[in-house]
């Protein structure tokens, strides 16, 4: 593997801050990684594996070897007249996994239609999106680990997912994941009333839709509304959405009976998107910092936005919610 020395991460996340990492590598082949990292010298330390970049805010250079993985391939490992075991290295573009089971009628992918970044960091905040997480379709993944320096593969029941959460978000730089084996079904159940689906569906005439047209309204519905980072840097929300106790949501339906907020478990899920539009900072925008118009979750980059003024912006959002609501919003974008 070849390390390039002093280069810009600008084109490799979707935030578009110029920053520089002081070497970066790629990978595109797993076979690779042993020999690779014990070629490293001190000076090659720390490291960060990177995907499509889609989920980052660098606030500064880094001082270190950024590594981007770029390893490819799609397989089916294994069927049967129900299900398909459908392997993906971790460099495969996530939507390329998502087009090619939709394409073969293969369900359980088609709600999560469009999210950027990469298949094998999909495991690392359980992707989500319309009803539909990759702990639903994760059968297991190959890890390497970066302690042991080791590879093997985890169930499932061992990646500790609950909501954009996993063991791999909780202990960063301890595995990265080489490859993901999803399970997808052959007689497809469709999940439609989450978000905008059915409507979108509803409005272009489809009553009795395929999972290929299910895929589109999903893609038409997330261009609609969220910024295209080739044109406004972003990393989609930048926090998640707070889940608070049915006490805490009683005290703000007394003064706002119009909160937006969801069941989860036996407390509540509140949109934060509301709680920061509430706070007056849907569509501002501070130099090239700003909070996209129609979807205020979304932190975006208007031009040359350095990662401090979009941290500073998302620090006095965050102020903002916790005094007006007593609500701490967490950080969903990995920030380094
Ligand atoms: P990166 O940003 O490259 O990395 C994210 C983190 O994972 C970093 O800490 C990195 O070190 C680590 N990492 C990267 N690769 C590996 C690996 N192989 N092994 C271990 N760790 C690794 N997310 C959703 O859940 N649902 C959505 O609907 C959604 N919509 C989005 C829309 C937009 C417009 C954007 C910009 C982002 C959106 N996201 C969404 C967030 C993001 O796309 C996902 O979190 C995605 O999985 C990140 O993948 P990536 O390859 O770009 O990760
Ligand atoms: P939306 O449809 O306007 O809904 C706002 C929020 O309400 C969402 O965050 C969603 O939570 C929640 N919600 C909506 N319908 C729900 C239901 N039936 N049951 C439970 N919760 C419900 O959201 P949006 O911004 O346009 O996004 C649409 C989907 O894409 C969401 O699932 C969202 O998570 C996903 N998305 C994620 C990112 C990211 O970066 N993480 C970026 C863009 C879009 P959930 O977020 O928990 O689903």
């Known amino acids: 593997m070849k390390i390039a020395e002093n280069i810009s991460l600008k084109p490799y996340h979707t935030f578009g801050i110029e920053v520089k990492a002081r070497y970066l590598a790629e990978l595109t082949d797993r076979k690779e990684l042993p020999g690779f990292l014990s070629s490293l010298g001190k000076d090659h330390k720390p490291l960060l594996f990177i995907g499509g970049g889609s989920n980052l805010l660098f606030t500064r250079d880094f001082q270190g070897t950024v590594v981007r993985i770029m390893t490819r391939g799609i397989t089916v490992k294994k069927e049967n007249p129900g299900e398909v075991f459908l392997a993906a290295e971790a460099g495969e573009p996530w939507d390329d996994v998502v087009k090619f089971a939709v394409g073969r009628n293969w369900g359980g992918l088609e709600n999560m239609s469009l999210i950027p970044g990469n298949a094998g960091t999909a495991p690392v905040q359980n992707i989500g999106a319309y009803g539909a997480e990759l702990k639903d379709v994760l059968w297991s993944l190959d890890v390497f680990d970066l302690g042991t320096l080791e590879s093997h ?21 301890k595995f990265l994941i080489l490859g993901v084996t999803l399970k997808l079904s052959k007689k497809p159940v469709l999940k439609l009333d989450y978000g905008q689906i059915r409507e979108e569906l509803e409005h272009s005439g489809v009553s009795d839709p395929t999972l290929s047209e299910v895929r589109e309204a999903v893609i038409r519905i997330r261009t609609r509304k969220l910024p295209d980072p080739s044109v406004h840097g972003n990393a989609g929300s930048f926090f998640k959405n707070p889940v608070v106790s049915g006490e805490l949501l009683d005290q703000i339906r007394f003064e706002h009976p ?16 509301w709680l920061i539009e509430q706070c007056g900072w849907k569509g501002r925008r501070q130099g090239d910092a700003g909070v ?45």
């Open 258 to 273: 119009e909160v937006v907020f969801y069941p989860f478990g036996d407390q509540f899920k509140i949109a934060a998107a």
């Open 153 to 173: 593969t985890l169930l499932n029941s061992e990646c500790g997912f609950g909501y954009r959460e996993s063991i791999f978000k909780q202990a960063k730089g």
């Open 292 to 336: 996209y118009p129609n979807q205020p979750l979304v932190l975006v980059n208007y031009g040359s936005a350095s990662g401090k003024e979009i941290l500073d912006l998302a620090s006095q959002i965050r102020n903002a919610v916790f005094e007006k609501f007593g609500i701490a919003l967490e950080s969903e974008v990995n920030i380094f």
